[in-house]
């Protein structure tokens, strides 16, 4: 099957598809990841006051699947529409920090059971988010417009993540 590049026109090359397998590899990684300190179940979780727009547990996993996806597929493209050298290294650094802070949200919230960190750690991914897809967008318009609905949960994600802090001062873990 031949892979055809829609930026050079070109045959997508060994070391093209390495890097969509790369960027699939390291979104599936921040996944699992951040999976790993999530405990819906725990007392402590249950505990915890929820505004009553909270969608129920379960949703967040089809919401997330997809949208792991479309990181997946922008950071594919954008790596392969960016030029080589540095241009490149400093693309793929941003989606490094990007995903770390995507799994690093889950550690602070559920992991350290800090509602008040997770949201410091949502609104730096905000940042990120905003940052990658204007970076993204230089390169790789399609891609970058494939971030959006990332974005977006996260901005819904960070009023969720200050109404649990505001309704849960001072929790006790």
Not at 6 to 32: C, M, N, Q
């Amino acid at each position: 099957m031949r892979l055809i590049s829609e930026h050079s026109g070109s045959e997508r090359t060994p070391k093209a598809l390495l890097r969509y397998g790369v960027g699939a590899a390291a979104v599936a990684a921040t996944a699992l990841l951040g999976a790993r300190a999530v405990d819906v179940d725990s007392a402590w979780y249950r505990s915890l006051r929820k505004p009553p727009w909270q969608p129920p547990p379960w949703v967040f996993g089809v919401v997330w699947t997809p949208l792991y996806a479309t990181i997946a597929y922008a950071a594919g493209h954008a790596l392969n529409a960016s030029p080589d050298g540095p241009p490149r290294t400093r693309l793929a650094a941003g989606l490094a920090v990007n995903l770390a802070l995507n799994a690093g949200w889950n550690w602070l919230f559920f992991g350290l059971r800090e509602p008040k960190a997770g949201l410091y750690g949502t609104l730096l991914l905000n940042l990120s988010n905003a940052e990658l897809i204007h970076r993204v967008r230089r390169v790789d318009p399609t891609a970058a417009r494939a971030l959006v609905p990332y974005a977006g949960w996260c901005v819904f994600a960070t009023a969720l993540n200050g109404s649990i802090t505001r309704r849960n001062p001072a929790r006790h873990r």
